[in-house]
């Protein structure tokens, strides 16, 4: 039998969805408890400033978006150096993402508070930066939501960059969660299964997704999430990719499943439609050409990927 546990592409397909672009050296064995002190006095060290799931941008003369600060530059926004959390090092130097303090209707006319989604929709800046905005929004989310300690109540402090909370009254520990997503596409040859949440834009038909519960795996999860949604049992299923998600603190695992049966039973209290699509009609909503106007989700997106990669697979 020959070798193919490496036989793969040399770029998998988790590097083309949007916030895998972090090409940060986070060195998570290296952090000090006063790390961000450390970073903050060195003068190549770059900030992230993030407010209310919104990331703050410098805007040029020439329109161009640059969502990086120097420490003293990003002081007249009320930054909380405190609760900074360190993300790593660059090339260029530290990284670090922080919480800032004005609010979006008080800034000046050249910097703009845009939200998370948006900056990474509209493409409003690189691969890199969004990666970075992914992790660092990620961190200061959990922050936010974990200040006081799960076991005693009491208020516990940031520790290690950011990378834990330490509880001064009973001494634990607190690290940060990511919570796991499983995202699937059910599909045959010929066809593929999608649905539209109530939520969703105008026309919008995407792969079905649920979280993944404590002592499940994820085939399980998928199988599980395929059956209660759409009614569809599923046999084998397959990883494709994974991509970080930060609303709040995601990880999006996406996988294919196959079907074992037909008839759909939506449940229309989780689903506005779930229906199948056969390859040409998904050709055209993902380029936008469908005659009824139904569309995909964005390139960035996960589920484009996971329906783009099927599409191509004839």
């Known amino acids: 039998m020959s070798f193919r546990l490496f036989d793969a592409p ?28 450390k970073a903050l006095a060195d003068p190549t060290t770059r900030l992230l400033l993030m407010n209310g799931g919104r990331l703050y941008l410098k805007l040029d003369d020439g329109g161009s978006l640059d969502p990086w600060f120097g420490a003293a530059e990003s002081e007249p926004f009320k930054v909380s150096f405190a609760h900074g959390v360190l993300l790593g090092f660059s090339d260029q130097g530290p990284v ?11 800034l000046p006319e050249t910097i703009k508070a845009i939200d998370y989604r948006s900056v990474y929709m509209q493409g409003l800046i690189d691969e890199v930066a969004a990666g970075a905005m992914a992790q660092g929004a990620a961190l200061l989310a959990w922050h ?25 009254n009973c001494g634990t520990e607190h690290f940060p969660r990511t919570d796991p ?34 002592g499940e795996t994820i085939e399980a999860a998928v199988r599980r999430e395929t059956l209660e949604e759409a009614g569809i049992r599923l ?5 494709h990719a994974s991509q970080p998600w930060p609303f709040p603190y995601s990880l999006m695992i996406g996988c294919f499943g196959e079907p074992l049966n037909d008839d759909i039973q939506a449940d229309l209290n989780e689903l506005e439609d779930c229906r199948w699509f056969a390859r040409d009609e998904v050709r055209l909503m ?27 697979s004839e």
């Open 286 to 312: 993902l380029t936008r050409e469908h005659p009824g106007n139904l569309v995909t989700p964005p390139k960035g997106a996960i589920a484009h990927h996971l329906i783009r990669a099927w599409v191509d």
């Open 235 to 239: 046999g084998r299923v397959v990883y």
């Open 10 to 37: 040399l770029r998998e397909p988790s590097q083309f969805v949007g916030f895998a672009g972090n090409t940060i050296d986070r060195q998570s064995e290296n952090r000090a408890d006063d790390s961000v002190d």
């Open 144 to 168: 936010a939501s974990h200040r006081f300690c799960s076991k005693c109540g009491a208020e516990s402090q940031m520790r290690a960059g950011g990378y834990k909370r330490h509880c001064p």
């Open 181 to 214: 997503v499983a995202i699937m596409l059910t599909a045959t040859r010929e066809k593929c299964l999608l649905g539209r949440g109530r939520h969703f834009g105008p026309g919008m038909y995407s792969a079905l997704a649920g979280f993944i519960e404590p």
């Open 96 to 106: 670090l993402a922080m919480p800032a303090g004005v609010d979006a209707e008080h």
